[in-house]
């Protein structure tokens, strides 16, 4: 190791986001420092945030001798010196888990492949995701070497209505799920004059099944925060407010750093020059609310108040925070307001469609190979998404619905696979961008549970304030709760007939609180049963007529039974249910009494000789 | 989160923030993460150093999932109830706590060892199912794993890994 005989270190990367510690990448970096410490040598180890590939995790880069680095997916701490021995040593490459090699301006290894050509990274397009699982996302002089914070230097350098041009002339959308024209935002905000005015980051990612926004923020803090200084000049500003959900610790405590660097490198003030800018930042711990993602009730969170929407208008952008005009912008959408101001509108609206321009992140989870954060451009097929990327249904299973945009989105079925993704190719289907999660369900997801978890979600976390929305999605939930309910427990039959009574109404019933709910949470909390009730209205039908759950997922519609010729009598079953409803004789057939039964599965878990069926 | 170190007094916890309702929700945090839940002396100390009617402090305490009003257990299992958990069946993890707990999301176990709730969503989908224990993630999870975690947790009094 000649590097290192010179007293030069070698240098590591391990992704350490949530998702790769959550995987054990804190252990494989005291692994990497053990093997360091047993040679006597000084190893370099740069924590970044995740790269996307969160199947991989944890994942760690090894720069050579020669400079490449090459990245390892799946590494435990026990591989961990395995691989460095390997690489920095014998100089062997090729070994369990290679991901392929960063293009970093050294002459690629011959033999090895880029980590751009990994099936999972080819399809994709990396404008926002740039930096992320790349560069230690808490130095400056990282962000710096990559490009960063000329955004801001050529922004500060023009005068503020034509930053908005720029952004405007781009086409970024607001990514947080209306799809609001960004730079029309600003443009509002410019023109309400006062001497106070905000920027707001809306950082409070609560739709299940979503985490763009704590990728961005814990992999490339800065691009988000040059984005708000961007904002802030162009609205003439001072003060900018960064509001993190509590669940992301990591993310927070990053941004509490990076914004502490900020001010000791007096990169928030730029007094000289003909366009002084002064700008103060602050993060705003979010407590746990759904409904704060919600502008309006973002801002009363922040006043310290309930949150809880009000009706528009006044807009923000003319009485917002403290009554003073403010604009809110989601996080990805501040990360490519750095990136378009450093580069230029015209390579991100190369990108994209006619009315939705550049690229959009996605959380591919579920039931996919290949779960994790990816980032591609506007117009790209879902079925390129799923398969090519996500490597598709992982266990022979079949595809059965994407669902997108969380609890205000819809499930798109197979049949419309070929779906372009663009805000409005995704209403035409009755489903909504929203921030972008894209969870897969195979065919063991059942429809009408989906549609329920979402009521029951929105249920727990309307605000109360508008009736429709408190009291109708309430009702909404309980006929979706029926419907996937025994008959048994319903205690006379006056109560099935209103039972289908309610069933019928259904429908109508959310149509009414998509109409009239106050905001947007109201208003599109009906679309995971509108848009399930469109594509699988057969799967609806099975549970209400034949009482049926195709995908066995409803445990109340669910019957256990024993096959008398399987069964061998071994007792099993019988000594772990958990209510006794199993009787029998030893060595004889067994048999389930179905009153007793709460459809716990667990004898069906249990049984060696596959005698339990259910139906 | 070991509750071994002596508690700071409330007052000078809070004296650092200036005295308006925008910083309430802030220092309902403070003290709850010093405490573990907002107690009614709690609450009304807060009300009087804000110059604000402990009825409001009430309001915005209840409105967000974060804030307990009840002391939780030593170990706090919160099982992500999201999309992609839910998918991947995280009603099996509940399931699986509840039985091996003996109780209930939202409350605690008699010996205040275990407390049991749910999350919506931990923001870490693609490691799905997951759970947040005493602020540590855990990822890739069936009902076994977790009710092997919660023995060895109950065996030794305390989060061991």
């Known amino acids: ?615 | 989160m070991e509750a071994t170190k002596e508690a700071r007094p409330i007052g000078d916890l809070i004296s650092k923030y200036p005295k308006t309702r925008e910083n309430l929700i802030s220092i309902l945090q403070e003290v709850q993460a010093e405490y573990g839940y907002l107690s009614r002396e709690s609450i009304t100390t807060i009300s009087t150093y804000l110059n604000l009617p402990s009825s409001k402090i009430f309001g915005v305490a209840t409105f967000y999932n974060q804030f307990k009003l009840k002391a939780p257990g030593r170990i706090q299992i919160a099982i992500c109830r999201g999309t992609a958990c839910h998918v991947k069946g995280s009603l099996n993890l509940l399931d699986a706590c509840r039985q091996s707990l003996g109780i209930e999301v939202g409350e605690t176990s008699r010996d205040g060892l275990f407390s049991l709730e749910t999350v919506a969503c931990l923001g870490c989908c693609s490691i799905a199912p997951a759970m947040m224990v005493n602020g540590k993630f855990f990822g890739r999870l069936d009902k076994k794993r977790v009710e092997s975690l919660v023995e060895t947790w109950r065996a030794a009094g305390r989060m061991t890994e």
């Open chain 1, 1 to 615: 190791m000649n590097a290192n005989a010179q007293g030069a270190t070698c240098k590591v990367f391990i992704g350490m986001g949530t998702c790769g510690l959550a995987t054990g990448a804190a252990e494989v970096k005291t692994a990497v420092e053990k093997w360091a410490a047993a040679r006597g040598e000084k190893v370099d180890i740069t924590a970044t945030g995740c790269i996307g590939y969160c199947k991989a995790e944890p994942i760690m880069d090894v720069v050579t001798e020669t400079g490449q680095r090459v990245s390892y997916g799946n590494v435990t701490p026990e591989v961990a010196g395995f691989i460095l021995d390997e690489v920095l040593v014998r100089k062997n490459y090729k070994l369990d888990g290679l991901l392929g090699q960063f293009k970093n301006g050294k002459a690629p290894l011959a033999g090895i492949p880029l980590i751009d050509e990994h099936p999972y990274f080819r399809k994709q397009v990396k404008y926002v995701l740039r930096n992320c699982g790349v560069i230690d996302p808490e130095s400056i002089a990282d962000y710096r070497a990559q490009g960063g914070f000329k955004g801001f230097e050529r922004a500060i350098a023009m005068t503020q209505a034509e930053v908005i041009k720029e952004i405007t002339a781009s086409g970024l959308r607001g990514r947080g799920g209306s799809g609001f024209l960004t730079g029309k935002k600003w443009e509002l905000a410019l023109q309400s004059k006062n001497d106070k005015k905000y920027v707001l980051c809306n950082a409070d990612e609560g739709d299940p099944g979503a985490f763009m926004d704590r990728s961005i923020l814990e992999g490339d803090t800065y691009a988000v925060l040059e984005g708000m200084m961007i904002a802030g000049y162009a609205i003439g500003a001072n003060e900018g407010i960064i509001y993190c959900r509590a669940e992301y610790p990591l993310a927070i405590e990053r941004i509490k750093k990076a914004i502490e660097l900020l001010k000791n490198e007096g990169l928030l003030e730029h007094p000289v020059g003909p366009h002084a800018f002064s700008f103060t930042l602050r993060v705003k711990m979010g407590a746990g609310a759904f409904v704060c993602g919600e502008e309006t009730a973002l801002m009363a969170s922040v006043e310290g108040r309930r949150g809880m929407p009000r009706p528009r208008p006044p807009f923000p952008s003319v009485e917002g925070l403290f009554q003073k005009p403010s604009i809110v912008n989601n996080v990805e959408t501040l990360a490519n307001v750095s990136h378009i101001m450093g580069e230029g509108a015209e390579s991100f609206s190369a990108m994209g469609t006619q009315n939705s321009k550049g690229t959009k992140v996605f959380a591919l989870t579920g039931k996919v190979a290949n779960a994790g954060l990816v980032e591609v451009p506007m117009g790209m097929t879902l079925r390129e998404v799923v398969f090519d990327i996500g490597g598709g249904i992982p266990g022979g299973k079949a595809f059965k619905a994407v669902q997108i945009g969380g609890p205000s989105g819809g499930c798109i079925p197979s049949e419309h696979l070929d779906i372009k993704i663009d805000y409005e190719s995704l209403k035409t289907v009755g489903a909504m961008m929203g921030s972008g999660g894209l969870v897969v369900m195979d065919e063991d997801t059942c429809m009408v549970d989906m549609a329920r978890y979402f009521t029951a979600f929105i249920t727990s976390e309307s605000c109360g304030k508008c009736i429709p929305c408190r009291e109708g999605t309430q009702r909404l939930y309980e006929i979706l709760d029926s419907i996937v309910s025994p008959y048994a427990k319903m205690a006379d039959e006056e109560e099935n007939l209103l039972r289908f009574n309610r069933v019928l109404n259904m429908e109508g019933l959310a149509q009414v609180i998509k109409d009239t709910s106050l905001c947007g949470l109201g208003q599109s909390a009906p679309n995971p049963v509108l848009s399930t009730l469109r594509f699988f209205r057969k799967e609806y039908e099975s549970h209400i007529y034949d009482r049926k759950c195709p995908a066995h997922q409803c445990k109340g519609l669910l019957t256990y039974a024993i096959d008398t010729n399987a069964c061998t009598g071994c007792t099993l079953c019988a000594k772990k249910c958990p209510t006794q409803a199993i009787v029998g004789e030893k060595k004889k057939a067994h048999y389930i009494v179905d009153e007793k039964c709460i459809r716990c599965g667990t004898c069906h878990d249990v049984c060696r000789f596959s005698a339990v069926t259910v139906n």
